[in-house]
């Protein structure tokens, strides 16, 4: 069940991160406050992504 539950939970942080990197300029140079704002989400939604990958098994890649 936990297993089910982490798989669940990367599908749809991995749909919501698409979509925020899709529709959002990440670095702003006119506005560093909110480029600073999403550069901390990225990461912190990669470390939770790792961690999710972690528990359902997938490897992580460093580079495509």
Do not use: M
């Amino acid at each position: 069940l936990n297993r089910l539950f982490a798989i669940l939970a990367t599908i749809i942080l991995v749909h919501i991160i698409h979509q925020f990197y899709k529709n959002c300029h990440i670095i702003d140079e006119k506005e560093p406050k909110t480029t600073q704002a999403r550069l901390l989400l990225v990461e912190t939604a990669k470390s939770v992504l790792e961690r999710l990958f972690e528990v359902i098994g997938i490897e992580k890649i460093e580079k495509l």
